[in-house]
């Protein structure tokens, strides 16, 4: 970026690095920036730094969590028995947004054979002693090829005469992230969760 002090451009080109910044938002974030009074910016590289350091995962869900326990664990006026199961912490936050009142299990990816990922890259063990306390496992991964895969092992190593296990019902887009699904539509999908069978 020409005519830009070298510190300014640095600060621009870090911001088109997020999602959804373009060259000229990260510009104009850029030179608000430099128009900011201190106090605030340094507020603002603080809360970063924080993210970054006291964030890390719930010893129970893996959810994120600054405590060994995320909110949600615990929290004594959800439901324990049922587990939701999803990919990634960011799924909590959407169906959550249902009122969905159980807790959750992340498995921190989706079995992917063609990029490596296997059984061993999931928080599956810690699934597995959860299990046993549960009555109903809600399997919310997404309507792909590796949300499939990873609904059917699950399915595949769980008992399912000792516990209910559902699966979102479709209506959720096909090789589509629960993101990119409305709130009215993720509620009813769980709503109407389907069992599956062994
Ligand atoms: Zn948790």
Redesign the pocket.
Known sequence: MSGLPPTLTKVIESFSKFPGIGKKTAHRLGLYVLKSHSTEIEELAQALLDVKNKIRT?N??H?I?EME??E??SDDKRDNLIICICEEPSDIYLIEKTGYSGVYHVLGGLLSPLDGIGPDDLHLDSLMERVKSASELIIATDASVEGDATALYIQKIIDTKSIKITRLARGLPVGGHLEYVDEATLTRSIDERVELHS
Request: net charge neutral; with cysteine; glycine share 0%.
């Open positions: 719930c129970n869900c959810n969590s326990l995320c949600i664990c």
